[in-house]
């Protein structure tokens, strides 16, 4: 089946690393993303990793992957107030995308 | 930095009225999607358009919806009769060739169905 799982909250202090987990179910997906959500905004699509890669690192971002367990996260380091976002994990199958719920990352002073 | 634009950001209506969602995807892209999102849940696949058709559709996507591209630069999603439950954020996307992982959305349509 089609299933993206991840919590639906996280709160972290400033300047600490964020890391938001995710799990999947389906096997055969290509890539695997990270979406961020600013509040009045689209979907905008911060990283993606391709299936058969298990990290994936861009400026404060790190992507791991464990294909074997279905287990996407996403850390972000030195989290500043403007990484305050609803931030979805989601997948491809075919030629669509299937997300999570979208984890709300809350920033603590 | 080209983007996809959504009119109207917000959408009341009654149900049983006729919606029709506009968005102008990124001018030479060829591939184009709605999704959506009710509150509190997960944004959820509803179609696929390429060369002028329907190439994949979730059982979301019933008779009561419809795509279209009138023009060389417009995307609609149609809603004929609409029920409370369609009350959600409409996400258009689009993206240059099949590469699903370089997928642009808009901003969203907020529909409200009273």
């Known amino acids: 089946g089609e299933d993206v799982e991840q919590s639906l909250f996280l709160s972290v202090r400033e300047g600490d690393s964020s890391v938001i987990n995710c799990t999947y179910t389906?096997?055969?997906?290509?890539?695997l993303y990270w979406y961020k959500q600013e509040p009045g905004a689209g979907l905008q699509l911060l990283t993606y990793?391709?299936?058969?890669?298990d990290m994936k690192q861009d400026q404060r971002l790190t992507v791991l992957l464990n294909k074997k367990d279905k287990h996407l996260s996403l850390r972000i380091a030195d989290t500043q107030t403007g990484d305050s976002a609803i931030y979805f994990c989601?997948?491809?199958?075919?030629?669509?995308?299937?997300f999570g719920k979208g984890t709300r990352l809350h920033i603590l002073p | 930095e080209p983007e996809v634009t959504q009119t109207p950001s917000h959408q009341v209506t009654q149900m049983g009225q006729e919606v029709i969602l506009r968005c102008v995807p990124i001018s030479n892209h060829l591939y184009f999607y709605w999704y959506r999102q009710i509150l509190g849940q997960k944004v959820e696949f509803l179609v696929s358009f390429y060369n002028n058709e329907i190439s994949e559709k979730s059982e979301i996507f019933d008779d009561q919806f419809s795509v279209e591209r009138p023009d060389g630069s417009n995307f609609t999603l149609k809603i004929r009769s609409t029920k409370l439950e369609d009350s959600a954020m409409y996400f258009c996307?689009?993206?240059?060739?099949?590469?699903?992982?370089?997928?642009?959305f808009g901003s969203g349509t907020q529909l409200s169905v009273l």
């Open positions: 990793i391709f299936s058969n890669m």
């Open positions: 389906d096997s055969s997906s290509t890539y």
């Open positions: 996307a689009s993206s240059e060739g099949g590469e699903i992982e370089k997928l642009f």
């Open positions: 989601a997948e491809s199958i075919h030629d669509k995308i299937i």
